[in-house]
């Protein structure tokens, strides 16, 4: 009620409300880390270039920024509250990998419009911006695509070493001779019909 009640001193426990509010924010752990640090330089990025479009001339442009700001803003959520692992049923290295690709190329193209077409200030100040996150998104899917490759050689590795030391062990020309010998035998047996045999 008003007039509000007297702060809880220093020491006091924090109540369930403030616990639950705390819940939302992220931890110091999260934003310290690097993939805490590239969502949130993505989310601010991807704010002020809208905030750019909406006060130039080419506010045509200002739809991607708020989707890529609001879909940074959905990861950034997702990995520090761990949905991730509550819904393993989305790949979310893929999603996130391919949120990246098309952020990266479609900043790079909108930023070189900009600054090509466009002649106001914020337009030009939009493609900076847009070239700084085209960047930062490029980062983020060569960091997910090397830690994607790394996971896929060890799951690999781990269901059948014997198969991949016998793969690393054929060279490829042996492979080739080998297929190369085997169409062959079977040219001669006849195998294949007139028509492959011509070739």
Do not use: H
Request: glycine share 6%; aromatic share 14%.
């Amino acid at each position: 009620m008003w007039p509000p009640a007297d702060p809880e001193p220093a020491g006091a426990p924090d109540g369930p409300q403030t616990q639950s509010l705390r819940a939302l924010l992220p931890t110091r752990e999260f934003l310290c880390s690097r993939k805490g640090r590239l969502l949130l330089g993505e989310s601010v990025l991807s704010f002020i270039i809208f905030i750019c479009y909406i006060a130039s001339t080419a506010a045509s442009f200002l739809t991607v920024p708020l989707l890529k700001f609001l879909l940074a803003l959905c990861f950034f959520f997702g990995y520090f509250m761990k949905i991730n692992e509550k819904f393993p049923g989305i790949c979310w290295p893929l999603s996130d990998f391919l949120r990246c690709v098309t952020a990266a190329i479609i900043y790079f193209a909108i930023s070189i419009t900009a600054i090509s077409k466009y002649s106001d200030g914020a337009a030009k100040a939009a493609g900076v911006f847009g070239f700084i996150a085209t960047i930062v998104y490029a980062l983020d899917f060569y960091i997910i695509f090397n830690d994607l490759s790394k996971f896929l050689k060890q799951g690999n590795s781990a269901s059948d070493p014997e198969a991949e030391k016998s793969e690393a062990a054929i060279s490829a020309p042996a492979l080739w001779f080998k297929a190369a010998s085997t169409i062959e035998a079977i040219k001669k047996k006849k195998v294949l019909s007139p028509v492959l045999t011509k070739s």
